[in-house]
């Protein structure tokens, strides 16, 4: 009797931690007017989710909202304070943006690893840091 009990309750807490990992996840939804690389892919203008994966909270998927567009990221978490509203965070090298990482609404914010054509422009200027407001 005493070994059913201890199954359950072992039970109980692998489904309350499975149940809480899933309500960690974090989704981001914002538009950009202009063409940017996010990692190494270059993505067009237009709206776009930011999700953290469910099986490795350290990746992260984004896609257009046409389903045309997407490619996995490498996030992690950043030490940066947010100012209390989801703000997606890009640097801007001459005319073209980087995806950088995401300030959230919760005090945290996520760095995504940027690509090498970022390190390539990074050489040339000095990044003019912007955001575009999540939802």
């Known amino acids: 009797m005493k070994k059913i009990g201890v199954l359950v309750g072992l039970t109980a807490m692998m489904v309350l931690s499975g149940g809480l990992r899933a309500s960690a996840q974090t ?3 914002f538009h950009m007017s202009s063409s940017f690389y996010a990692g190494s892919a270059k ?4 709206t776009y989710t930011l999700r953290q994966n469910d099986e490795d909270g350290s990746l992260y998927s984004l896609q257009n909202s046409a389903g045309t567009h997407s490619v996995i990221l490498e996030g992690r978490q950043s030490s ?3 100012k209390g509203k989801p703000e ?3 640097n801007r090298y001459g005319t073209t943006d980087y995806l950088e990482g995401v300030e959230t609404s919760t005090g945290n914010s996520i ?3 940027g690509g090498a054509a ?3 422009a ?5 990044a003019q840091p912007h955001t575009v407001p999540a939802a």
């Open 88 to 90: 997606i965070l890009f």
């Open 43 to 46: 993505m067009p203008a237009g």
């Open 118 to 120: 970022e390190k390539l």
């Open 122 to 126: 990074a050489k040339k200027a000095t």
């Open 80 to 82: 940066k304070a947010s």
């Open 27 to 29: 989704s981001f939804s």
């Open 111 to 113: 760095d995504i690893s």
